[in-house]
């Protein structure tokens, strides 16, 4: 099997089939496959965080194919829009499935997706195969030394942090669950369905962050009701308001390498 890395730094895989990529001044992305021998099997890895990356995998899938390579698998570790999975009001769109639909166009053999959002994307995706958090969660625990509570953030996030806690032997879980505006639908706060957390090490574990306001105010939360040391495990680090509240208030951040690379000190990165 030989792979395609698109982001030269995103290269879960050590080999790499080699080629030129470039844009052209109108804006659209170019490639061309420079290695002939590529054999039968390709696995094209790709983060697509934008049109532009979606754009350079499509070229890329054509180019393989009119080399005649019959086996094409493609491994998007953050599949976009997976947050948009439903729609909630007439006139939004329906985002994962259009980009779903674009991916499934393609025929790929498999298509592997890193904890999506919700059990939508890999309902909406053909052949796709879905890589758990629970490694990565195994992993991010190993290098704390004492026990820890794993803090679910809302009802969207149960199903799988119980899976999690399984995995790992039965971790404690603390659930809890977002308070919103009834007339704005803002997050307004958290409820914590435990009286005392007793000073233990607190571990919310989710699939995102974003701005991070969940995870603030899910710490406050927390340490109205004796939340020990806390720490964060979100499989996808967007990050978009910084990283620098969030390490005041974390003793630890892990994330993988899924969205983008991040180099903060206080943010432990697991890479693909
Ligand atoms: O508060 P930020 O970081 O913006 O958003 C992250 C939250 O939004 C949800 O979709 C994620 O699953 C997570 O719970």
Avoid at 71 to 100: C, T, W
Avoid at 211 to 236: C, D, M, P, R, W
Wanted: hydrophobic share 40%.
């Amino acid at each position: 099997m030989k792979y395609l890395h698109l982001d030269s730094s995103f290269t879960p895989y050590n080999s790499s089939i080699n080629f030129e990529a470039f844009t052209f001044n109108g804006g659209e992305p170019h490639i061309k496959i420079l290695d002939q021998n590529i054999g039968n099997e390709i696995t094209i890895t790709h983060r697509i965080n934008s049109f532009n990356d979606l754009g350079l995998l499509l070229i890329a899938t054509d180019a393989l194919r009119r080399m005649k390579v019959k086996h094409i698998n493609v491994f998007i570790p953050y599949f976009p829009a997976a947050r948009q999975d439903r729609v909630m009001v007439s006139g939004e769109p329906l985002s994962v499935k259009v980009y779903a639909d674009i991916i499934n166009a393609q025929q790929y053999d498999e298509v592997l997706v890193f904890d999506p959002h919700s059990e939508v994307t890999p309902a909406v995706l053909n052949n796709v195969k879905v890589i758990h958090n629970y490694d990565f969660v195994k992993e991010s625990l190993s290098t704390i030394h004492e026990e820890v509570l794993l803090i679910s953030p809302d009802g969207g996030a149960l199903k799988k942090i119980y899976k999690v806690s399984e995995y790992l032997g039965g971790i404690e879980v603390i659930e809890c669950s977002k308070k919103r505006d009834v007339t704005t639908g803002q997050l307004s706060g958290f409820r914590v369905y435990e009286e005392d957390l007793n000073h233990k090490h607190c571990v919310i574990v989710d699939d995102i962050c974003d701005g991070g306001g969940t995870f603030l105010g899910l710490a406050q939360a927390l340490k109205e009701k004796n939340a020990g040391k806390l720490s964060l495990i979100v499989s996808h680090g967007i990050f978009s308001k910084g990283t620098t509240t969030l390490i005041e208030e974390f003793d630890t951040i892990f994330t993988t390498n899924s969205f983008k690379d991040v180099n903060e000190k206080g943010v432990v990165q697991i890479k693909f």
